[in-house]
Nanobody
Framework: VQLQASGGGLVQVGGSLRLSCAAS????????MGWFRQAPGKEREFVAF????????YYADSVKGRFTISRDNTNNSVYLQMNDVKPEDTAAYFC????????????????WGQGTLVTVSS
């Protein structure tokens, strides 16, 4: 499956942004999906994941209550709604797909998008 992330940009502290990730090349609904992020000079870290049907989600503590992951299997897309953003949310955000497992470890994911940059200004 090929993944294309979009929606990043410059946003002020406390603002909102919606990231999208479009999938192609395979049956999207058979994949578990996740979002990760990587800030400059830091390791890539888990943000959120969602199961195949969209009925189960999980978040990193740092974004819980502010970010929402969702998916639309009809349109082969997964989304990350980011609300009340903070300067520490500044990072490149990556969507990822897993064929067989759901979790917070990046090693579980088989396919990755190219990343979309989010910059939070104060």
């Amino acid at each position: 499956v090929q993944l294309q992330a979009s929606g990043g940009g410059l946003v002020q502290v406390g603002g909102s942004l919606r990231l999208s990730c479009a999938a192609s090349g395979d049956t999207f609904s058979t994949y578990f999906m996740g979002w990760f992020r990587q800030a400059p000079g830091k390791e890539r870290e888990f943000v959120a994941f969602i199961n195949r049907s969209g009925g189960s989600t999980y978040y990193a503590d740092s974004v819980k209550g502010r970010f929402t992951i969702s998916r639309d299997n009809t349109n082969n897309s997964v989304y990350l709604q980011m609300n009340d953003v903070k300067p520490e949310d500044t990072a490149a955000y990556f969507c990822a797909a897993s064929r067989s497992a759901l979790g917070t470890n990046s090693g579980l994911y088989d396919y990755w998008g190219q990343g979309t940059l989010v910059t939070v200004s104060s």
